[in-house]
């Protein structure tokens, strides 16, 4: 066939220009037409690679029948992929809450970029991921300031991952409005307290 011959003179690139049709109708609406310079010819490049504009209105009709555009999700639902994801992230969280996390390294076990992982996440759930882990050692702290131990306040900060003592008590009074030291002295006083420990 001359569409070979066509192929091999004009190049792969030339033929991938020419989106939709089938490359046969397209071969032959170029051979018929009058204007066609021969392949073999030395005619300018320009008049032998044509252009999506110069391509037949005919030819474009089946690439919209063929390749529907997907519909858009509504505006904060996740894909469906992505609840593996957020999972993955809240169970990261939940495990190691104490150590060094940073969005940076939870999206890196993840295997996602720390922008797609905060965007994913917050999308899901409603907060970050920094917020998250925030939540998640400030409960630790709660946990641990309401056992009967001989921990210090600033002790339960460092093992919850703040080794800053004043950070770590500013943070949990804007969690909990209250101060470690007076969450800790009201579930000791507390009549239930006995019944959380025991």
């Known amino acids: 066939m001359r569409w070979r011959e066509y192929a091999r003179d004009w190049g792969v690139s030339a033929l991938l220009a020419l989106v939709g ?18 392949v073999r010819e030395a005619a300018p490049p320009s008049t032998l ?78 907060r970050t991921i920094t917020e998250a882990m925030i939540l998640a050692r400030v409960e630790r702290a709660k946990e641990l300031l309401a056992e009967r131990s001989p921990i210090k306040a600033f002790q339960v900060g460092e093992l919850v991952g703040y080794p800053d003592p004043v950070y770590f008590t500013k943070l949990f009074k804007r969690c909990v409005g209250m101060t470690p030291k007076q969450y800790r002295e009201m579930n000791l006083t507390s009549p239930n307290a006995d019944k959380k420990l025991g």
């Not at 049709?21 to 204007?35: D, F, Q």
């Not at 992230?89 to 905060?118: C, H």
């Open 21 to 38: 049709g089938s490359l046969l109708e397209l071969v032959g609406e170029v051979v018929s037409a009058p204007e066609a310079a021969p």
């Open 49 to 126: 690679v044509p252009t999506p504009e110069a391509a037949p209105t005919s030819m474009l009709v089946p690439v919209l029948e063929v390749a529907p555009v997907p519909e858009a999700r509504p505006e904060g639902e996740v894909p469906p992929s992505a609840h593996r994801v957020v999972r993955d992230i809240e169970d990261i969280i939940a495990r190691e809450a104490a150590s060094d996390l940073t969005v940076t390294t939870i999206a890196k076990r993840v295997f996602v970029s720390a922008n797609y992982a905060s965007r994913l996440y917050k999308q899901s759930t409603g």
